[in-house]
């Protein structure tokens, strides 16, 4: 199925969602493989429940200050290259010959900002389903301003998303919270931009690491009060699980989840790294980091040697190669979202 960008189908799936109770996953990725698992977690939910066309949103930032995915995308730091690159691995993934040929991709771009994705924003016209211009940190009367030429510069052609606060790091989390945001500058907002979403202040975390309750669903009901369910939530892997239900209930048409995947999916690695470093170094470089102090005797224990490592301390093939950790990495990642997908009411997609 090709990526879905015309923004009249765009719509459709959008309305579709909110009529059988589904809010959008918007899944981002800085990776190769990331952006397989989020097509791959579609594919597989869709498996699952016997569903046709699953809806997926693959979500990037170009150059972003606090988070340039496209830039990370390949060694070569060029948003650029990294956006010609992902736009090949969604369409190979999407290929007739491909597993995953059957999911709907939408692609997303997140956090342009004036000035910083000028050469990115041309690139994404007729292939991106939505594109987030970001003047948060502007005045909100220069805010209100610039996205509504921007809606107006590109209309018929891509959807526009408008933050009308920033939404808080994580890393300044110790600092002044940003206020919420007010709904009835919400509503202003809403009405004198012609966005077709808004990013409101919820009180979640941009790229958090753990999950914290911060997010204020009396707060966004209030904003849908006046609005309705034209809410995009940001920071959202710093949301607890027990909250994933009720947002679409609470406004919240659209999830974007990054920094949760980073973490898991690390984590299993380095959990698998540590289970085999007898694996994957030899026995004078196990016994240098144990005088060093950073390893344990775990790997004099003979059943260690014997059930992890077939009888022999030193580099096997089959740990050393990348294929390994990587699907490692992605059974963590991908189990991850099918949880999202399960909260978000995907089952209900028909």
Not at 237 to 257: H, M, Q, T
Not at 287 to 299: D, M, S, V, Y
């Amino acid at each position: 199925m090709p990526i879905i960008s015309d923004p009249i189908q765009v719509k459709e799936i959008y309305d579709r969602a909110a009529e059988r109770g589904v809010c959008l996953a918007n899944f981002c990725t800085a990776n190769p493989q990331t952006t397989e698992a989020i097509i791959r977690s579609a594919h597989l939910f869709g498996e699952q429940y016997e569903l046709s066309g699953v809806p997926i949103i693959v979500s990037v930032t170009a150059n972003y200050p606090i988070e340039p995915q496209l830039q990370h995308y390949t060694a070569t730091r060029s948003a650029l290259v990294g956006l010609r690159a992902m736009l090949g691995d969604v369409k190979t993934l999407l290929a007739e010959e491909s597993p995953y040929r059957g999911v709907q991709v939408l692609l997303h771009l997140d956090h342009s900002m004036p000035g910083y994705d000028d050469e990115i924003v041309p690139w994404v016209m007729g292939e991106f389903s939505t594109i987030m211009y970001d003047c948060s940190h502007s005045p909100i009367e220069e805010n209100i301003r610039q996205v509504a030429r921007f809606v107006d510069e590109n209309r018929g052609r891509i959807w526009v998303e408008g933050a009308v606060d920033e939404v808080v790091q994580a890393a300044r989390s110790s600092e002044a919270q940003h206020p919420l945001t007010d709904p009835a500058l919400a509503e202003r907002y809403y009405r004198e931009t012609g966005v077709f979403l808004i990013v409101p202040n919820l009180g979640t975390e941009h790229r958090s690491t753990a999950a914290t309750a911060r997010y204020d669903g009396e707060r966004a009901r209030a904003i849908r009060d006046r609005v309705g369910a034209r809410m995009v939530l940001h920071g959202s892997s710093s949301l607890p699980d027990e909250y994933l239900p009720r947002l679409l209930g609470d406004g919240i048409a659209k999830v974007n989840i990054w920094s949760i995947f980073e973490r898991l999916g690390g984590q299993a690695v380095a959990e698998d790294v540590l289970l085999n470093l007898g694996n994957l170094l030899t026995e004078e470089s196990l016994r240098g980091k144990q005088a060093e102090g950073f390893l344990g005797p775990r790997f004099d224990d003979a059943v260690y040697r014997q059930q992890q490592c077939g009888g022999t301390i030193g580099p096997k093939g089959w740990a050393l190669v990348w294929h390994h950790r990587r699907d490692v990495w992605l059974g963590a990642v991908v189990a991850r979202m099918h949880t999202y997908l399960e909260q978000f009411g995907y089952a209900r997609w028909s």
